[in-house]
């Protein structure tokens, strides 16, 4: 991966990959994301645990790839990224379900990840790592081709407004960044209370070629599919009687390097340059 020359994000905007492959990715223009103070007891146990059980996505423009069975002290075991955890309440409720899964809480809030940190410590869940950062940057720069065996997204932020759909988080780019990442037979599962938002996630559903569209429900699907809880904002949603629509996907076998030009094929990041 080329070495950025610039790496400093504008403001508190998150550092943006600029990718030139044609297809659409979020643009979260002058967006600057909340942040937000942890209570006493949540800086102590992020102190104690956030060192062993988070990592931050930094400007730092050195390999950041994680090494998965290093960070889990486990070898062999199935992945799943969540992307926008929020505050965790059904990762931390669908984990202990997968004790064999390692599963990854990736958020931009950091007091959501507060409240993941402390639930699992609290819980006793040891399969759960989380990382601070934009999921796209995240998968694009921390995981290699085909290392992830699950990529979940519940309750994205829906940007109800037409001048913002262009920061929604699944575009073309997005489903595509996503299977590369997902290894052959690996699930993208989505979930929006948002009815516009999916109708927009309907249209891109057979977009991406790598992707092979299940609909919901998926009986054979591999992985656990029942987020347990009624999260914070599924629960905003449902009160306001929206219906929940949940999408899943399956990676196809085919080999990423020969569907896509702009994937360097040695299992490194894909290429880009950040802006
Ligand atoms: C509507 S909330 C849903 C949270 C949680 N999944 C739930 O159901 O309660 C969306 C979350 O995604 C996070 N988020 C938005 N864009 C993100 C991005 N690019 N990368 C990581 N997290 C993101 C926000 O900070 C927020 O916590």
Not at 60 to 88: C, K, M, N, V
Request: aromatic letters at 8%; hydrophobic letters at 35%.
């Amino acid at each position: 991966m080329s070495i950025p020359e610039k790496t400093q994000p504008h403001g508190r905007r998150p550092l943006q990959s600029e990718f030139n492959d044609g297809r659409d990715y979020p643009r979260l223009g002058s967006v600057s994301f909340r942040r937000g103070t942890l209570t006493e007891n949540q800086e102590k146990t992020w102190e104690e645990h956030w060192p062993q059980r988070g990592r931050e996505l930094t400007n730092d423009p050195a390999d950041q790839t994680i090494d998965i069975a290093g960070w889990f002290g486990r070898e062999g075991h199935p992945t799943i990224l969540e992307i926008g955890s929020g505050t965790g309440t059904s990762t931390v409720a669908m984990a202990p379900l997968e004790p064999d899964t390692n599963i990854i809480a990736v958020e931009l809030y950091r007091p959501g990840l507060a409240k993941l940190l402390g639930a699992s410590v609290r819980g006793g869940v040891d399969n759960i790592r989380m990382i601070k950062g934009d999921g796209v940057e995240v998968l694009n720069r921390m995981f290699p081709e085909a290392s992830l065996d699950g990529v979940r997204i519940f309750f994205p932020d829906p940007w109800p407004k037409a001048r913002h759909h262009k920061r929604r988080i699944i575009q073309s780019g997005t489903l595509h960044l996503i299977a590369t990442r997902l290894k052959p037979g690996g699930v993208l599962h989505v979930a929006t209370d948002h009815a516009d938002y999916a109708d927009w996630i309907t249209e891109l559903a057979t977009a991406e070629p790598l992707l092979d569209y299940k609909g919901w429900p998926w009986a054979e699907c591999p992985q656990l599919t029942d987020r347990q809880v009624i999260t914070k904002f599924e629960g905003k949603g449902l009160q306001k009687d929206h219906t929940i629509a949940e999408f899943l996907w399956q990676r196809t076998a085919d080999n990423v390097a020969e569907d896509t030009p702009d994937s360097v094929g040695d299992g490194s990041p894909s290429a880009t340059t950040v802006t």
